[in-house]
């Protein structure tokens, strides 16, 4: 069964540093987004993605954060600087429509990133 | 802001039982929800959904009732399996928006 990989798995980082967390996205999917879950708290909605450009943010996705896609396989989540608050679970989803149809989108495994 | 609640953090079910987890939304704009289901170190599995236009949906041993007047919606597990423990999460969206809108989740403990 198609999976959305999410590297790496636990990235610990410094206050004000740089971040990029990577997603290969399901081959046949659009429609790419980010979430995340600090600890003991709700999944968020960050961003969503298509044709090449951000279709949707939350309040979340302020200055600190961007998305790309490089290439062909690759979607990227940047934190300029990070802060404490930014430590929680990333995940990375895909979708094969824009209408979530039946099966909603597929989800990676996460990314927990841990900022000292 | 609690747009999509699921009050009950735990539950817990001897094997062979329904399981039965609630939700309860206060966006009468939602129109698509969704359950979902996490285990550990994974990220959320997509399990059942239902549109604003029926009040039932089943597949297997997976139900979900839809009481748009409540804003209340259930999913039931018939029976359950220790392989059903795991966090469930309840999503909601509106219109063509691609964002979920995700509850807090129940951690449901199914007991051999």
């Known amino acids: 069964e198609p999976e959305v990989t999410q590297t790496p798995s636990h990235q610990v980082t410094q206050m004000g540093q740089e971040v990029i967390l990577r997603c290969v996205p399901i081959?046949?999917?659009?429609?790419f987004y980010w979430y995340r879950q600090i600890l003991g708290q709700k999944v968020e909605f960050l961003v969503s993605?298509?044709?090449?450009?951000?279709?949707?943010k939350s309040e979340i996705f302020d200055d600190q954060f961007s998305v790309e896609r490089p290439d062909g396989s690759n979607f990227t989540l940047k934190i300029r600087s990070t802060k404490l608050e930014d430590s929680a679970m990333y995940f990375c989803?895909?979708?094969?429509?824009?209408?979530?149809?039946?099966?909603?989108?597929?989800f990676g495994s996460g990314t927990r990133l841990t900022v000292v | 802001d609690q747009q999509v609640k699921q009050n009950s953090p735990s539950l817990s079910v001897q094997e062979g039982r329904i399981s039965i987890l609630n939700c309860d939304y206060t966006?009468?704009?939602?129109?698509?929800f969704l359950w979902y289901k996490k285990y550990p170190a994974e990220g959320p599995t997509f399990l059942i959904s239902?549109?604003?236009?029926?009040d039932k949906n089943e597949d297997g041993r997976f139900t979900v009732f839809l009481n748009k007047s409540a804003k209340h919606l259930s999913l039931h597990i018939v029976p359950s399996q220790p392989g059903d423990s795991a966090v469930y999460f309840c999503?909601?969206?509106?219109?063509?928006?691609?964002?979920?809108?995700f509850g807090s989740g129940t951690q449901l403990t199914v007991l051999p």
């Open positions: 993605f298509y044709n090449n450009e951000i279709s949707e």
């Open positions: 989803a895909s979708s094969e429509s824009g209408v979530l149809g039946v099966y909603g989108y597929t």
């Open positions: 239902i549109s604003s236009i029926k």
């Open positions: 966006n009468s704009m939602f129109d698509y």
């Open positions: 081959s046949n999917h659009l429609y």
């Open positions: 999503a909601a969206k509106t219109g063509s928006a691609r964002q979920l809108t």
